[in-house]
């Protein structure tokens, strides 16, 4: 025992040196930006003459936050944006999952026509969206009208609240793809026989998917969950191309406004305090993310 344990010590040590210089690449890359973002955040710093002016403030950029109308705005814009998609994504994606997975679904047809969405770049979804939802002669619009569900073109883009759902549903149309095929990777990984075994035991199919699919993939939703909101506090290229944070703010989240505080305003300090709001999120979803990740060790029967 004490030699397999010395053995694991000096395998662990070698890995470790082995790992070494990716991990001081990976602290020159991503330690220095993070370290220095939140050194900034407790700046106030002004551009003057084409001089950087800066002078120590403490927490009073993050004070700001929690006091500025806009930001409050913005944080309850985004805490609506990212429950509602990731209720939405999530849902809709094992729907499809469950779709993909019976015997009618399996065509590589419909897998295929799946992805698209998700293949588009981010950029390219954006703009596509942007003349679908025109209101002059978007596709939307003439689709809808032929069909007699609307009598005249909509604005979809032209209020508040119209305008926050709408970008919301199309961050969701991109987003299903990914979280239905990892729905669908759990789905498979499920024995069979213990759907025969419910079957003969007298189960119908909402009892089957509640005591037996659902338990099963636990993990792929959970991780599913985590990484959704993930990237639901990054979204950035859909409002910069659609609204730019209009119409009267109602589609700004966080991430917007820190890119709007620090290059149109050019108040650097508050828009790096922003984005170490919207950074200290997402780490802390990562380390759930990891942690679903992680192996479980069982424990031996006594």
């Given at each position: 025992m004490r030699a397999?344990?010395?053995y694991e010590r000096r395998r662990r040590s070698a890995g470790a040196a082995f790992v070494a210089p990716a991990l001081a690449v990976l602290a020159l890359i991503l330690a220095y930006p993070i370290l220095d973002s939140i050194w900034l955040a407790l700046q106030r710093v002004t551009l003057k003459a084409g001089q950087v002016e800066r002078t120590w403030v403490g927490a009073e950029n993050f004070h700001r936050l929690f006091n500025d109308e806009t930001a409050l705005r913005a944080i309850f814009n985004t805490a609506y944006f990212s429950i509602a998609e990731v209720v939405l994504v999530v849902g809709i994606g094992l729907g499809v999952a469950l779709l993909l997975n019976n015997a009618m679904g399996r065509s590589g047809f419909f897998r295929v026509v799946?992805?698209?969405p998700?293949?588009?770049a981010p950029v390219a979804n954006a703009v596509l969206w942007k003349w679908i939802l025109n209101a002059n002669y978007g596709v939307l619009n003439g689709v809808l009208t032929s069909l007699g569900l609307i009598e005249h073109n909509q604005v979809w883009l032209g209020t508040p609240t119209m305008a926050?759902?709408?970008l919301l549903l199309v961050d969701v149309w991109k987003s299903i793809p990914f979280v239905a095929l990892l729905m669908l990777a759990g789905l498979q990984q499920v024995p069979k026989v213990l759907y025969r075994?419910?079957?003969m035991d007298g189960a119908g199919s909402f009892q089957t998917f509640v005591h037996i699919t659902l338990p099963s993939i636990k993990t792929a939703i959970a991780i599913a969950v985590v990484l959704q909101t993930i990237w639901s506090l990054r979204v950035f290229d859909l409002i910069f191309v659609?609204?730019?944070g209009g119409p009267a703010d109602a589609t700004v989240l966080l991430n917007f406004l820190a890119y709007r505080v620090t290059f149109n305003f050019l108040d650097l300090g508050y828009g790096a305090a922003i984005a170490n709001l919207v950074f200290a999120a997402t780490f802390i979803l990562a380390?759930?993310?990891i942690w679903l990740l992680k192996p479980r060790r069982r424990v031996?029967?006594?």
């Open positions: 397999f344990q010395t799946l992805v698209i998700w293949a588009i926050l759902n709408v075994a419910a079957y659609l609204t730019r380390i759930i993310y031996a029967a006594s």
